[in-house]
């Protein structure tokens, strides 16, 4: 596993424990789940999505070209 994979897991593990383990429970939630959807639909992080998927269809295509598929 390497580091970015392992430290990746890490956060994506703490944040589920504090979003289920926080003592405010239900609201505290919310608030957490609504900053995550108002970051996820940032006009700026839309368009950095779209230019990776980009990246990674022409690298898929590249790769599937060398490997004959």
Do not use: C, N, Q
Request: proline share 1%.
């Amino acid at each position: 596993m390497s580091a970015v994979k392992f430290w990746f897991t890490v956060a994506i593990a703490g944040g589920a424990g504090y979003v289920f383990g926080a003592r405010a429970g239900r609201a505290r939630y919310r608030e957490i789940s609504a900053a995550a959807k108002h970051l996820w639909d940032d006009p700026s992080l839309k368009k950095a999505r779209a230019r990776s998927r980009k990246v990674v269809d022409k690298a898929a295509k590249k790769a599937a070209k060398k490997l004959g598929v």
